[in-house]
């Protein structure tokens, strides 16, 4: 079972409000908006994402990789920071 499963409702909220900016960024540009709204709209989507993702990494942490027992701990924590290391090399 996720460690998420306890913030799956909110996890789920929080993903709907960006599917919604990602559906009006579509909007902004089929309607030919400014480009720097468009950009700071699509900044808002990924500061959003980030905070999903951080808030996943936290979870992994204080329940797959510290529950864990000996060396499967050690596989979860290197599985963590390749996460972290993929999420840093963004952009």
Do not use: F, N
């Amino acid at each position: 079972m996720p460690a998420y499963s306890a913030t799956k409702p909110q996890l789920l909220a929080r993903l709907k409000r960006i599917e919604g900016q990602t559906r009006g960024v579509q909007k902004m540009v089929d309607e030919d908006r400014y480009c720097i709204d468009v950009l700071t709209q699509i900044s808002a989507i990924q500061a959003a994402l980030d905070k999903v993702a951080l808030g996943l990494l936290d979870d992994h942490a204080r329940h797959c990789v510290m529950g864990a027992a000996g060396e499967e701990q050690a596989d979860k924590t290197h599985e963590l920071m390749a996460s972290v290391a993929r999420l840093m090399r963004r952009g």
